[in-house]
């Protein structure tokens, strides 16, 4: 299995050796398409819609920045069920 199978359907944050890194029951989750974060799922439970409109800087290690980067994700128009990748920052 290769990284990005490894990671798809997986939720952002979950610990790489959870044995359920999946989503669970009772979350609302948006797919993070695009960039380093690829496939991953965010938990979105309890967002507001305003908060959902205005997107959301991911910490990750694999964008451009490396250790303390962050990946830029935000919302679909027309589409809650999807954040789109807008680039890393520092």
């Given amino acids: 299995m290769d990284e990005r199978q490894f990671m798809r359907g997986r939720v952002y944050g979950a610990?790489?050796?959870d044995p359920d890194p999946g989503p669970q029951p009772g979350h609302d989750y948006v797919?993070?398409?695009?960039?380093?974060?690829?496939?991953?799922?965010?938990?979105?439970?309890?967002?507001?819609a305003r908060e959902r409109d205005e997107g959301v800087a991911l910490l990750t290690e694999i964008g451009r920045y490396g250790h303390g980067g962050r990946a830029l994700y935000a919302a679909r128009p027309g589409d809650g069920r999807c954040f789109d990748w807008h680039g890393d920052s520092p």
Avoid at 31 to 48: A, F, M, N, Q
């Fill in 31 to 48: 797919e993070l398409v695009g960039g380093p974060l690829d496939g991953l799922l965010l938990d979105v439970t309890g967002w507001s």
């Fill in 15 to 17: 610990d790489h050796d």
